[in-house]
């Protein structure tokens, strides 16, 4: 079966920096997406591996290893506003997305 | 400003009955898809549509039909609502045109069924 795996929760503090992680199973591989949904809303797109290594955009950065079925959102200088869920999603052989549940970031001063 | 809008945001409607949840977009896209979101999962696909001819079955069809009334209208439909079908509900829109063909996803429909 098709799998994506993410922690369901992590804490982090105000200005620092977070790494979440993902590792998947999936039929295929056609790209990996990070979305970023805050509580009630909707989801929105952060960034997209499709190659091995880092897209970095801003304090958020997303590295990709397709070798090992692993990729990892980064994020640094955190504010209070960075509280969120954090999506992970395969695009797989058939072309569709498979999530994860999503990974709750809670923010600490 | 391009947009995909979902009506109603909020319905509540007991076992049995007929809902329709409406979605709508200004952005052009050619892709649309119908996704719900439970507590603890991913987001799960119903339904998709690459243009007003195609319909597909994702992962959990079964319940739920859908009619693409155009480019920009995709609606969803629960023929005869029951409590497990409780659940946030997501239009999500695609162009295959761009760089990553990313899905911008309406604001969600929550709907309770009793």
């Known amino acids: 079966g098709q799998n994506i795996d993410q922690p369901t929760e992590m804490t982090a503090t105000e200005g620092a920096i977070v790494q979440i992680n993902c590792t998947y199973q999936t039929s295929g591989f056609n790209g990996l997406f990070w979305y970023q949904q805050h509580a009630g809303e909707a989801p929105t797109f952060l960034s997209y591996?499709?190659l091995d290594g880092l897209e970095e955009k801003g304090r958020f950065s997303s590295f990709l290893s397709r070798s090992k079925g692993y990729s990892y959102l980064l994020l640094k200088e955190l504010q209070m506003k960075d509280s969120a869920s954090y999506l992970c999603?395969?695009?797989?052989?058939?072309?569709?997305?498979?999530w994860g549940a999503g990974t709750k970031l809670i923010i600490k001063p | 400003d391009a947009d995909v809008t979902q009506t109603p945001r909020n319905r509540i409607t007991k076992t049995g009955k007929r809902i329709m949840l409406e979605c709508s977009q200004t952005k052009g896209h050619d892709r649309m898809y119908w996704y719900r979101q439970d507590p603890g999962l991913g987001l799960r696909l119903i339904y998709y549509s690459f243009d007003v001819k195609d319909i597909n079955k994702g992962e959990i069809s079964d319940g739920y039909s859908v009619s693409r009334q155009a480019q920009a209208k995709f609606s969803l439909s629960l023929e005869s609502a029951i409590p497990n079908q409780t659940a946030l509900y997501f239009c999500?829109?695609?162009?295959?045109?761009?760089?990553?063909?990313?899905?911008?996803f309406g604001p969600g429909t929550r709907l309770t069924v009793l």
């Open positions: 999500a829109t695609s162009d295959l045109h761009r760089d990553y063909n990313e899905q911008f």
């Open positions: 591996n499709v």
């Open positions: 999603a395969v695009r797989d052989s058939n072309y569709q997305l498979i």
